[in-house]
């Protein structure tokens, strides 16, 4: 009784944007620029940088008087002509709390979109390989499997919560920066899927589904 009490609590405050505030040392990496000046992004080849981007990182408080900067800011990176990606996550930046942005190739005008929070509820059977890279692991790529469709919860960077299916190559952004959030990077991904099976369905949009062993 007192671990369903627990876990209610635990639902409500994820719903309705209860989280974390940043610590000193975040609030002090946010705050040393305006939201026009660039972030560094974190790298794995440094030993500090690396134990932040493989850290699980914690739901921020939607009401932080330094979420909107940091928002600011991390858009302002990953638009950086002479870095630029189609996402990014705060932990790239040396912020261990639950804010992303992804690139929606799936809307008109392709527009960069801001998620606190946000969430996967479900993945698709159906798989896409597809080639990824990231701004945290220069001069790497890799074809990782990611599920072609997906659920995810979020809240927009105004405070409303939204849920939304999602598929393609904005879902396979999505799952790489929510990777992120908890201390999973895509090289991780590759050794995972290295150790499994998976059967080709579709070789011109490279579609796959993974082969379950049958237990004995």
Wanted: aromatic share 10%.
């Amino acid at each position: 009784m007192k671990k369903a009490a627990l876990t209610a609590i635990y639902l409500f405050l994820c719903f309705n944007g209860f989280g974390q505030k940043f610590t000193d040392a975040e609030r002090s990496l946010i705050t040393s620029g305006n939201k026009e000046q660039v972030m560094r992004v974190l790298q794995v080849t440094d030993t500090t940088d690396y134990k932040v981007l493989t850290a699980v990182s914690a739901d921020v408080d939607l009401k932080d008087k330094d979420l909107q900067l940091l928002i600011d800011r991390m858009y302002t990176t990953v638009r950086d002509s002479a870095n630029a990606g189609v996402g990014i996550a705060a932990p790239q930046v040396g912020i261990n709390k639950n804010i992303i942005w992804v690139q929606r190739f799936d809307k008109p005008g392709e527009p960069f979109e801001a998620y606190i929070n946000p969430k996967i509820k479900w993945g698709s059977k159906l798989l896409r390989k597809g080639g990824e890279g990231c701004l945290s692991i220069p001069d790497l790529r890799g074809d990782v499997l990611r599920h072609y469709t997906i659920a995810v919860s979020y809240f927009d960077r105004y405070g409303q919560r939204h849920e939304e299916m999602v598929e393609g190559f904005t879902a396979v952004i999505f799952q790489h920066e929510i990777d992120h959030l908890m201390g999973i990077l895509f090289t991780d991904r590759l050794e995972q899927q290295a150790a499994g099976q998976y059967s080709l369905i579709n070789g011109e949009v490279n579609l796959y589904l993974e082969n379950k062993l049958r237990r004995q």
